[in-house]
């Protein structure tokens, strides 16, 4: 399997939704279930769902549906949640302490190890038990513990050169919450949330919405 | 132009890119733009480029280029921008501070009129200028003051109930953080930001770049 998985980015950003679904249903002690099932839990086609998980070879047997333990545990591994993630936060705002309070992220291995920031108020302070320290200390602190992903919460004037710095310290991904596109080595990920973008999208269904509803009226 | 406008949302999802691409060019007094050189800025196709522009009748002239200030108006009109939209925000914690606190997306005509909570120390406060309420009193408030657009970010547990209300209440669209997949009627627009499926998404890119890295070694 490990050979032949170039998958589509499209189904991989499906992933996660198919993983947080089947942990509900393991969590509910549900076993087994079939795509035509979990089509209508996801709202998704099954056809959808059949091809997807097609992807990864197909864990679901015909007239039996799939065992949901394995296909999460699966899922879990093509994600790499399997293994552990060092992670620190550059940029100690409210962003950056609503991402170091939430529980969610530990539970799926990714371990927050130290928070940054430039702001003499904050340095020191502690938040959901890790320190926050001076920016200062951000390279020997990367290198020596390893560190893998960076979640850049920091104001945006500073975002690109903080990004090519990280990278040349060995981080391996870079999860960038501000409106800059980042231009970075090959071997660094990067993930960008642009919070902005999803509220125009919303505005634009809204809109659409809007003509649809004054050409029914017409 | 509004007669045949149904666009793929893969293609909505890259409009707010080029709409602040063309905004920092505009800031910057460019005025007109090659596909060329935009695709080199973006880091996208120029064919792709082209290609999503003339989902829109294409604002491009062959040899010419485009007209930096009328595609950025018309991307604008395009995602509804040119509305004002009122919004709320539902959950003051540290992740709806930092929301009320951005400045973006005043900037582009959403205008944040209210902030609810339950918690008896939050309200009051006020935040960017903006009151902290009741919840009991959202009902009320959003009919009102015909608010379009609730921002949950609220913990998990009661945003199924609360977008229920909501959209009672007349909500046209919801901008959804919490790992729960709203279905609500057709009229009100729901956007979910799942920040754990975008963490999930870096850890896959990290974890096949490791493996890529891995195959060239041997």
Do not use: C
């Not at 197909?58 to 993630?85: A, P, S, T």
């Amino acid at each position: 399997m490990a050979e032949e998985r170039k998958i589509s980015m499209a189904v991989v950003r499906r992933l996660p939704r198919y993983y947080r679904y089947l942990g509900e249903l393991l969590q509910k002690g549900v076993n087994k279930i079939s795509s035509r099932e979990l089509s209508e839990k996801m709202n998704v086609t099954a056809s959808q769902i059949r091809q997807d998980l097609n992807n990864f070879g197909g864990f679901g047997q015909q007239g039996y549906g799939y065992n949901v333990e394995y296909l999460y545990e699966e899922i879990g591994k093509i994600l790499g949640l399997h293994q552990n993630y060092k992670m620190i936060i550059v940029g100690v705002g409210n962003l950056g302490q609503a991402i170091a309070n939430s529980n969610s992220f530990s539970r799926r291995g990714f371990k927050l190890v130290g928070l940054f920031d430039v702001n003499p108020k904050l340095i020191g302070m502690s938040i959901h038990g890790v320190e926050v320290m001076d920016v200062d200390r951000m390279e020997q602190f990367v290198k020596e513990n390893g560190v893998e992903i960076a979640i850049l919460t920091m104001p945006k004037t500073r975002v690109k050169e903080t990004a090519e710095k990280l990278a040349q310290w060995g981080i391996k991904g870079l999860w960038n919450f501000s409106p800059v596109d980042l231009f970075l080595p090959e071997n660094v990920q990067v993930e960008n949330v642009h919070l902005s973008h999803s509220l125009m999208t919303l505005a634009y269904m809204i809109s659409e919405a809007k003509i649809e509803e004054e050409k029914e009226r017409h």
